[in-house]
């Protein structure tokens, strides 16, 4: 577990330390005034709200699940979630979005033992209206890898299927649904088939320092499990600030969510922290 903060923090200072200095004025006429330090975090903290913002970040999400297993013990997740947005023309926008899970896992059985290593690597691709009118959507196809480093920590599978996302931004309010679902395809014949759902709503308010206040759901079915055990949905709230470190735009956020709903022997509650670091245009 514990390598799993230190991988998290080296990738941070590594982005920090090579990633080029934000562009200067440099002869010519006069630059344009900079818009005051509330007013860009408040922008950028907008735009995190947003999936699927013109916003290259690079997010490092840990959780600390608590009651898994027979044992009630805990079980580390740390996702590394870059999201990379691409003008394909003046119409239209390509926003790809990676999760890299790192898991530190406690024994799910009496007599098991705990594992640690990386999950499967999930990547979704979103074509989204370069100016939208009303309502931000986006849709594309969603693809799983079966790169755990250990059968205890992934399907085992090639997965796709498709991706959506709607979301309404109006004034300081932020609020919208994701959803996926993956079908498996191909892999490891002695495993069994993947058929999950993903559904994300959530609601964040955004105030004039960069502060973001977010509630969402994270709910996964499952529905290759035995009747009354597909359903595993956290309900979470977190805060967040756009901060800089220097000239280096970054958000910190620390938050909460308990299990409203899961199969015998998931996490009651958990703790999580985020680290994203932002690259505007």
């Known amino acids: ?19 080029p200095s934000w562009p200067q004025a440099s002869g010519g006429a006069p630059a344009a005034p900079a818009p005051s330090a509330g007013s860009d975090a408040a922008e950028l903290a907008k735009q995190l709200s947003n999936p699927i913002a013109s916003l290259v970040s690079v997010p490092f999400q ?12 805990m079980r580390f997740v740390h996702n590394f979630q ?37 999950s499967d690597l999930l990547t979704s691709f979103f074509f989204s209206p370069a100016k939208p009118r009303g309502v931000i959507w986006g ?32 004034g300081h309010w932020t609020f919208g649904g994701l959803a996926n679902h ?13 058929d999950q759902t993903f559904l994300q709503p959530f609601l964040s308010y955004g105030t004039k320092g960069g502060v973001t206040y977010s ?37 910190v956020g620390v938050g909460a969510g308990y299990f409203v709903e899961k199969p ?12 994203t670091l932002l690259f505007p245009k």
């Open 82 to 118: 870059p999201v990379m947005p691409f003008s394909l023309d003046e119409d239209w926008n390509l926003i790809a979005r990676v999760i890299v899970p790192y898991l530190g896992q406690p024994a799910l059985v009496p007599g098991g033992e705990p594992t640690t290593g990386f």
């Open 139 to 170: 849709v594309g196809p969603v693809l799983s890898l079966p790169t755990s480093t250990d059968p205890f920590l992934g399907t085992g599978k090639w997965g796709a299927g498709p991706t959506f996302v709607a979301l309404k931004q109006a």
């Open 1 to 19: 577990m514990a390598f799993g903060n230190r991988l998290a923090w080296i990738a941070a200072a590594s982005f920090l330390i090579a990633s």
């Open 215 to 251: 509630l969402n759901a994270e709910a996964v079915a499952n529905w290759e499990a035995p009747g009354g055990e597909e359903w595993t949905i956290p309900i979470n709230l977190q805060v967040s600030k756009v901060l800089r470190l220097g000239r280096r735009p970054l958000s």
């Open 62 to 73: 840990a959780n600390w699940e608590f009651g898994v297993g027979p044992d009630d013990d």
């Open 264 to 275: 015998d022997g998931g996490p009651e509650w958990k703790l999580r922290t985020n680290l």
């Open 182 to 194: 993956v079908w498996s395809f191909a892999g490891d014949g002695d495993r069994g088939d993947v």
